[in-house]
């Protein structure tokens, strides 16, 4: 039977870093299927039922940062609260087949239910009043909810394909809300009428939905539905352990993409936290679609480390294609120096890309570096660099330039045999050289290797800086 997977993500604010490890592990699963066993789909749906606070904007968001991520879904995305009407019917189908019935409790009661579950120490809220009560006995005016007809002996179990075999007695449960007063749906009911109507046959999702799986079971087994496969993957911690919180890094999706990490590099480093295949760290996208499986999936937390997120981060940028990373470099710079940029910043840092990306571990890094060949004349010159750029410098940068300018051919080796035999003449190491050549030239006491800039920057743009400082 063919795979179906899904990401279900609420609409109430950003796609996070912990939804987007569970989106990649959900189509991870469904595209090794789809390439290697009978079939296999991906399935977006937006459960967006809080109407308070789901937003067009967090729509926009979670599709944006999912296609910049690099994950496709089959199909158009399903709008949890356009289906309000298959949910009601649903629950009306279990009333009727007498797994479910109506509850009449005032909210004044529900309360006090609350409170005497709470003072004893029990985990069950509702005590069930209405579960046999004559529904001629209700009172006035109340709006009655339906409620789930739990069983209440024996054990509710789920052969987890990450956590095992567990079970929860079913007189730890009570009976659940399936549809509220006003006609609404629960989202306990909801989500098992969505995956059932999709063909969900895996429900892959973080570990703190285990509890709703027992709820959402009975669920399944009330309406006599074939019941999912669950995994339920272990949440990702800060590195100091604790629950994972924005000082640990738990932001949205776009703000990594802001932050200068490549979507490949993220899916990598995601893909390895908490999944493994033997000692493996760099796994490209096509391998991990080659090996993924879930029973490699750990069942203790992950822990998110930036330290090793920028390692494999700077890993691709050192693979990737020159012309990309300069258009990203450019998109970056151009917001951030707006009116500042040569007309030919795009070329020149095309052309200067691999001493450039060898350093960086990050887009905003490789752009920070890179912004030297973009800007146009006069550059900025830093305070480091202007101690480089004394009245010795000065002197060896006035000696040179004329020769410079006077070169046929204009190389990295010709310049860098340039530099050499002005340093010998002048019984001086080439750093005294080199040094006051990088100051003028980048405004900086450190860059790629300063003749592979003069060769970049061209004839005109090297004498001109030059020129600049002089």
């Known amino acids: 039977m063919p795979v179906v997977t899904r990401f279900a993500p609420s609409p109430t604010g950003y796609l996070h870093i912990g939804g987007a490890r569970t989106a990649l592990f959900n189509w991870l699963f469904a595209r090794h299927h789809a390439e290697h066993g009978d079939g296999g789909k991906f399935l977006l749906r937006i459960e967006d039922t809080d109407r308070a606070r789901s937003t067009d904007d967090a729509v926009r968001a979670i599709l944006d940062g999912l296609t910049w991520f690099g994950l496709d879904w089959d199909g158009d995305a399903i709008s949890q609260f356009d289906r309000k009407d298959r949910h009601r019917a649903v629950a009306e189908a279990m009333l009727a087949s007498g797994h479910a019935y109506r509850c009449y409790c005032t909210p004044e009661e529900l309360a006090a239910m609350r409170e005497d579950a709470k003072a004893k120490g029990l985990k069950k809220m509702y005590d069930g009043r209405w579960r046999d009560r004559d529904p001629a006995l209700a009172p006035a005016g109340v709006l009655p909810t339906i409620r789930l007809k739990a069983p209440t002996e024996g054990a509710t179990e789920i052969e987890d394909l990450v956590q095992g075999r567990v079970e929860i007695a079913n007189d730890q449960l009570d009976d659940m809300v399936l549809l509220r007063g006003d006609g609404t749906p629960t989202y306990m009911l909801a989500v098992v009428v969505d995956d059932h109507d999709m063909g969900v046959t895996h429900v892959i999702r973080g570990d703190d939905h285990l509890v709703n799986a027992f709820r959402q079971r009975q669920i399944f087994d009330g309406m006599g539905w074939a019941v999912p496969e669950f995994a339920h993957i272990p949440l990702i911690h800060g590195s100091d352990g604790a629950k994972l919180s924005k000082r640990h890094g738990a932001l949205g999706i776009d703000a990594y993409r802001d932050m200068g990490y490549l979507p490949e590099a993220l899916r990598n480093y995601l893909l390895r936290l908490g999944w493994s295949h033997g000692d493996d760290e760099i796994i490209s996208t096509e391998q991990a679609i080659e090996w993924f499986d879930l029973g490699a999936i750990g069942r203790g937390a992950a822990k998110l480390d930036f330290a090793k997120l920028d390692s494999v981060n700077g890993h691709y940028i050192r693979q990737a294609d020159d012309a990309r990373l300069a258009a990203l470099v450019i998109e970056r710079l151009a917001a951030g120096h707006d009116g500042q940029l040569a007309e030919e910043a795009l070329n020149r840092v095309k052309m200067g890309m691999g001493g450039l990306k060898e350093r960086a571990k990050t887009i905003s890094e490789l752009s920070e570096n890179a912004l030297f060949y973009a800007v146009r004349r006069p550059i900025a010159i830093n305070e480091k660099a202007r101690q480089m750029l004394d009245a010795d410098g000065r002197g060896h940068l006035m000696a040179i330039r004329n020769t410079l300018g006077n070169t046929g051919e204009w190389s990295e080796p010709q310049l860098h045999q340039i530099a050499e035999s002005y340093a010998a003449s002048h019984e001086l190491?080439?750093?005294?050289?080199?040094?006051?050549?990088?100051?003028?030239?980048?405004?900086?006491?450190?860059?790629?290797?300063?003749?592979?800039?003069?060769?970049?920057?061209?004839?005109?743009?090297?004498?001109?800086?030059?020129?600049?400082?002089l």
């Open 429 to 469: 190491k080439l750093g005294k050289v080199a040094q006051p050549l990088r100051a003028a030239l980048t405004g900086s006491n450190v860059s790629p290797g300063i003749f592979e800039v003069m060769a970049v920057l061209g004839r005109d743009e090297t004498l001109g800086r030059l020129d600049d400082v």
